[in-house]
């Protein structure tokens, strides 16, 4: 079971799909805009969206793009278009998954929960090694060359987090979004202050980085030093 949000403005598909869903044991919210979509994606922060592409006030690839700018959330996108091109650049855009209409409220539910299963997968269950840096979400443990580093619960998050995302930079806000759960304003400062702490504990300094790389003005990445 997982808390979805649809953005979708047709109130009959709308109606139809959540009740489809809550029957297969989701907690289902809805809207009918982009803007509100928005909105409640910060606000409820659901397990993952559903995102009708066609909508009123917003195209939904721009609105998921502005979603992406702030939130890493799963999102499924429903398209009346189908083929290649159009599945690669949603894809592009940052959808993780799509289903073309119409559709039934089985066959979402099944890429729903294929979507949720991989991102559990690969973000949050699974232990991550880069170098000699390990991480293990569920004892919690994180060791480099073998020795136990003393971590807070955030430094372990902000680890993990980088870490399961190895050579990709990743931003301040988007650290401030998905690791401190904060959707709007948040100080880069807290996230500067962590980064300093981690390295202190990693044996590296800013200006002599090993793991953790600041790339200037962008934000940061985590890299294999070997
Ligand atoms: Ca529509």
């Known amino acids: ?10 109130a009959t598909i ?9 029957d297969r044991g989701h907690a289902v919210s809805s809207a009918p805009t982009a803007m509100d979509g928005l909105r409640q994606a910060l606000a409820e922060r659901p397990d993952l969206i559903v995102l009708d592409l066609g909508l009123p006030d917003l195209d939904g690839t721009e609105m998921l793009r502005m979603l992406r700018a ?11 278009r189908d083929g290649d091109a159009e599945m690669v650049r949603l894809l592009d855009a940052g959808a993780d998954d799509y ?20 991102g559990a997968e690969s973000r949050t269950d699974s232990s991550v090694s880069v170098g000699e840096l390990r991480l293990d979400p569920r004892s919690r443990e994180a060791r480099l060359g073998g020795a136990l580093l003393d971590l807070t619960p955030r430094e372990f998050d902000l ?12 931003t301040k806000r988007e650290l401030l979004t998905e690791v401190w759960q904060v959707p709007y304003g948040g100080a880069d400062k807290t996230v500067d202050v962590h980064l300093s702490w981690l390295r202190r ?18 934000g940061v990445k985590l890299v294999d030093p070997s």
Do not use: C, N
């Open 1 to 10: 079971m997982a808390t979805v949000l649809l953005v979708e403005d047709d």
């Open 14 to 22: 709308r109606t139809a799909l959540m009740r489809g869903l809550r």
């Open 70 to 80: 702030v939130s890493r959330v799963p999102v499924i996108v429903a398209t009346a």
């Open 99 to 118: 289903v073309v209409k119409p559709f039934s409220a089985a066959q979402l539910d099944a890429r729903v929960r294929a979507v949720l299963r991989r």
């Open 159 to 170: 680890l993990h987090y980088l870490a399961a995302r190895r050579g990709e930079v990743v």
């Open 201 to 218: 504990k990693l044996g590296e300094t800013a200006q002599e980085p090993r793991y953790l790389q600041t790339v200037r003005g962008v």
